[in-house]
């Protein structure tokens, strides 16, 4: 008989459930209420915080992103918070200078983050440093994290193979890493590309793996399975009224399919049931920002093209601004060849939106008759450095007569920027000295500066 070595299992209801299907607008008063019996349903972890969560509290809830986390953690004392933190990006769109970096570290351990699940959208792990010595600082957990992606319809090929993974994770893991992620963000990875990939990462390291997946393609719950037939160590699931469609695999089926197997969770399901049904009355809040579009529960459209729903989200609304929705099958196919330009980043926040925004102008103006500023500080290296070599003469074109130089910088882009904290103690003088607030702004001038005028009636 194997050994009982039961299954870590991730809820990500409150972040990332209710990120994916409606637009990350759950408010802190309708997690309260269940909190406490999410607490004793014995998830290894629950994400309960990070990704778009900070932006969409400040920017449309007003609510205040650190109280939520220490309202929680009062109803939830026993099982570990987990965030989503984008590297040197936070939870932002660009990268931060390492003073934010450490302050934000400091703060988010403190109102109770205890797992900081760290992502780079270039997986370039330089991007990783000044998070993980602060979270190590902090003696948190650092779960080092690979962004997922293809260029094929199958793992392979040239760029994204095992061997790419492997020596990524490698590289992570001797950063100090106590334990790996495989990030799907677009729900692309299939059952047996990942059984192989957890076999080859599970042969090659002594931390414990994790597999983030979405239901977005309908592979998810296949996909874990065979995770899990490969040694997977955890899996991301959500709770069955917040899971499926560009959300995540349910938890429901699986606490009955690994009963009696060694990977058994032990989850009561008349206890997850009642979770669910509170879950249900809450949906109607959140059902305007709901995918109403089609019936279907899944997207054969990223089975072809790859590209994440809410990514599709922006790409459709930039369209319909510029009066060209009907331009969209040519987005969809200039998307790789920008993609191929700037040297297949992953599709992932915030490069995502630097490939998309970049191929909706190649499509209405003509291919880099328009270039984004973004693309311009990608193409100089201010993301860092992407998985192969970017067309040269698509980057010397952007490149002619940016404000920072010509020549792309070649190293980390933490190094290059000055300290930041101090400029925005400067701007909240007289309003507030507290370093949440401090950092709020920091990461949002704009927004964040709307929200704490608000907070302090100003």
């Not at 209710?18 to 269940?34: N, V």
């Not at 959140?286 to 279907?296: G, K, N, P, Q, V």
């Not at 920008?338 to 925004?357: C, N």
Request: hydrophobic share 40%; proline share 5%; aromatic share 10%.
């Amino acid at each position: 008989m194997a050994e009982h070595k039961p299954l870590k299992v991730t809820d990500l209801t409150l972040r990332d459930g209710h990120q994916s299907l409606f637009a990350t607008r759950m408010k802190t008063e309708d997690m309260l209420p269940i909190a406490e019996k999410m607490d004793k349903v014995g998830f290894y972890s629950m994400e309960v915080w990070g990704g778009a969560t900070f932006d969409v509290m400040t920017r449309f809830l007003d609510e205040d992103p650190w109280q939520r986390v220490l309202l929680l953690k009062e109803k939830m004392p026993t099982t570990k918070f987990q965030m989503l933190l984008r590297g040197q990006n936070l939870v932002g769109y660009r990268n931060y200078a390492d003073d934010v970096v450490d302050a934000f570290v400091e703060k988010a351990a403190e109102v109770g983050i205890d797992i900081f699940r760290v992502f780079d959208a270039l997986n370039d792990e330089r991007n990783f440093i000044a998070a993980f010595k602060a979270i190590k600082k902090c003696k948190k957990h650092v779960q080092g994290t690979l962004s997922y992606s293809l260029t094929e319809s199958r793992l392979g090929g040239p760029i994204f193979n095992i061997d790419y993974f492997v020596q990524k994770a490698k590289i992570i893991e001797d950063m100090g890493a106590d334990s790996l992620c495989i990030k799907d963000m677009a729900g692309i990875i299939s059952p047996y590309d990942a059984y192989n990939l957890v076999s080859g990462l599970k042969t090659n390291l002594t931390i414990p793996v994790h597999l983030h997946t979405h239901y977005t393609s309908g592979m998810g719950s296949m996909s874990c399975l065979k995770a899990i037939e490969a040694g997977v160590d955890g899996i991301d699931t959500c709770l069955a009224p917040f899971a499926l469609r560009s959300s995540h695999p349910a938890v429901e089926p699986f606490a009955v399919t690994l009963q009696g197997t060694p990977n058994d969770v032990k989850f009561d399901l008349e206890l997850i049931a009642e979770i669910d049904e509170y879950l249900e009355t809450i949906i109607p809040k959140y059902i305007s920002f709901a995918d109403t579009t089609r019936f279907s529960v899944i997207d054969i459209g990223v089975l072809m093209h790859q590209i994440p729903g809410g990514m599709i989200s922006n790409l459709v609304s930039q369209l319909k601004q510029a009066k060209a929705i009907h331009r969209l099958k040519e987005v969809y196919e200039e998307i790789p060849k920008t993609r191929k330009d700037l040297g297949f980043p992953p599709l992932v926040t915030p490069t995502s939106q630097i490939v998309g925004v970049q191929a909706v102008f190649n499509v209405i103006a003509g291919r880099y008759k328009m270039i984004s500023k973004e693309v311009k500080d990608y193409f100089y290296g201010l993301y860092g450095k992407p998985p192969v070599a970017v067309n040269e003469e698509i980057r010397k074109k952007a490149l002619k007569g940016y404000e920072k130089g010509e020549v792309p910088i070649d190293t980390r882009p933490g190094d290059i920027l000055e300290p930041e904290l101090p400029k925005a103690r400067e701007a909240l003088k007289g309003i507030t000295e507290d370093m949440g607030d401090i950092l709020i702004y920091a990461l949002y001038p704009m927004t964040g500066l709307e929200f704490l005028k608000k907070k302090y009636g100003l």
